[in-house]
């Protein structure tokens, strides 16, 4: 019998990205959208004699496994403010795109914390865990709750959005990974010397999620790193051509991308579209799933 804990996470798409001008401290203040997306990494912590990291799935050698991985952070950090020593074995089983914009990394800080919370039996409150996932990354706070959620500030504090249906998605994974500060870099170079207003969350777009009308929320999505994503990676938009010519209601860079997202119709759709951008030759492969997902989840 394993006293192992295993953890299930979600990757997330944005349905809407503002982003704001850059701040004192380097970060950009967000209406950040998070809709969290079924498809999932699961997360086990085992006791070890000493911290290490594996990993397993198709994009397990681009993962880190030393101290900078997400997971060995989180640990790290709870068992520092719990006086624990943070021996644990962390296995990551990755179906989530690495640096694909869809807050991978994010997932696996959120789950350790989660895991390692059970395993050590800390006694966090949620609050702490939250405060701790902030400390990770912009996106673990909205890892950890899953479902949909507004985050403000660098996208940290998060209020939960209503989210009133299923929506279908498509997922064309590119070639190749873009680096999230790279791409508010270019962000910040795109827009020097322009006007970049306080970001705010779009009234239509919560309506449309709120209502779980597809065709409503596919009017409303939209991402202000796009523009960067695009300038970095021009290929994408023949992937976005593609996904659009196939039938998907709406065509979107997927955070800081390069992964695209398309907003269908229903799971007919999806498997068509899904098809066409794989033989289209635009993308290393296509993922179909559904949102909103739960966050992490004890399994
Ligand atoms: C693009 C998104 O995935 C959208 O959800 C997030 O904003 C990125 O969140 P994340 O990967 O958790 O980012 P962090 O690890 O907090 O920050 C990585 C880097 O991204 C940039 N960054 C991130 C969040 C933010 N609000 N403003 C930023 O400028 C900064 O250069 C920062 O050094
Ligand atoms: N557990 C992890 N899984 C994947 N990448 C990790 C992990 N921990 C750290 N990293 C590092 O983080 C980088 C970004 O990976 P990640 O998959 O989180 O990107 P992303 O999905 O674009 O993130 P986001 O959407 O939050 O900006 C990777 O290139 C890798 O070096």
Redesign the pocket.
Known sequence: MSRGVTVRVPA?V?AQ?AVGA?RPD???D?A?V?LAVGLYDEVTVTPADELRVTCSGPDAAQVPLDATNLAARAAIALAERHGIAPHVHIHIAKDIPVAG?M?GG?ADGAAALLACDALWSTGATRGELLAICAEL????PFSLVGGAALGVG??EQLTTVDVGGTFHWVFAVADGGLS??AV?GEFDRLTAGTDVPEPAASPVLLAALRSGDTTALAGALSNG?QAAALSLRPSLADTLAAGTAAGAQAALVS??GPTTAFLVADAESARKVADALLTSGTCRTARVAVSPAPGATIV
């Open positions: 997330k944005n990205l850059p380097g970060f950009h967000l950040n998070f914009g807050a994010s990354g912009s996106d673990v660098r996208g999230t500060p508010y790193l955070g800081s």
